[in-house]
């Protein structure tokens, strides 16, 4: 079936340095892929998504491409703030119509002043 | 536009009491769905609903029903709670087909049982 699956985390930085964190994704077709973001004590907010091969979403300063070649959508961004601390989720939605998201585990990020 | 509301925010369970998690939203999303999120394993589905009347289950479903008699409305009931559904569960709604969209969550509800 449909999988996600994240780097682990927590990852810890400093602020203003370069961020990546990595997804990669096993599904048949073509999904749709998405990165989500909660902030303590929230619930998940959709921060950037990709609906088609070499898309590239982009908020908020982070972006991702959707690789269908090496089946990654991996989130990056160039300076991060400590007000991007939070817990990041990869997520797909498969190629059925039934409205179902696969999510990976969530990485947690901390940025550091 | 109030989005997507869930309630409680908090509640705590005794062992085999029975509750149900309240879902609304305010925007004619067909989908909606329940998840439920622990610690190092990301948001796993619960049940979902493609429109008023159908309900299926997700990865997750014993000791969990739903039903879904409006568009607006999606509770989530548990039967017999058991300390393994402590967790914190989650409501999200999405437009039919347009998955580009994504979805949108509540707040989350916070359920300890004990």
């Known amino acids: 079936g449909d999988s996600v699956t994240q780097m682990e985390g927590p990852v810890t930085l400093s602020e203003e340095a370069f961020l990546t964190i990595n997804c990669t994704y096993t599904?048949?077709?073509?999904?749709?892929l998405f990165w989500y973001v909660q902030y303590p004590g929230e619930g998940l907010q959709l921060l950037l998504k990709?609906?088609?091969?070499?898309d590239k979403g982009s908020n908020k300063g982070f972006e991702a491409t959707y690789r269908k070649e090496t089946t990654s959508f991996h989130l990056e961004k160039g300076s991060v703030q400590v007000s991007d601390s939070a817990v990041y989720f990869c997520?797909?939605?498969?190629?059925?119509?039934?409205?179902?998201?696969?999510f990976g585990q969530g990485t947690t990020l901390q940025v550091k002043p | 536009n109030a989005g997507v509301t869930q309630t409680p925010k908090f509640q705590v369970l005794k062992t085999g009491q029975s509750m149900t998690l309240q879902c609304a939203q305010d925007?004619?999303?067909?989908?909606m769905s329940w998840y439920r999120q622990d610690p190092g394993m990301g948001l796993r589905l619960i049940h979902y609903?493609?429109?008023?009347?159908?309900?299926d289950q997700g990865e997750v479903p014993n000791g969990y029903n739903v039903s879904r008699s409006t568009t607006e409305d999606f509770p989530l009931r548990l039967l017999s709670a058991a300390p393994s559904q402590t967790s914190v569960y989650f409501c999200?709604?999405?437009?039919?087909?347009?998955?580009?969209?994504?979805?949108?969550f509540g707040s989350g509800t916070r359920l300890t049982v004990v």
């Open positions: 999200a709604s999405s437009l039919g087909g347009r998955w580009a969209y994504g979805y949108t």
């Open positions: 599904a048949t077709g073509y999904p749709s």
């Open positions: 990709a609906t088609k091969a070499d």
């Open positions: 997520a797909l939605h498969g190629s059925s119509n039934t409205g179902k998201l696969i």
């Open positions: 925007m004619n999303h067909e989908y």
């Open positions: 609903s493609v429109g008023a009347g159908i309900t």
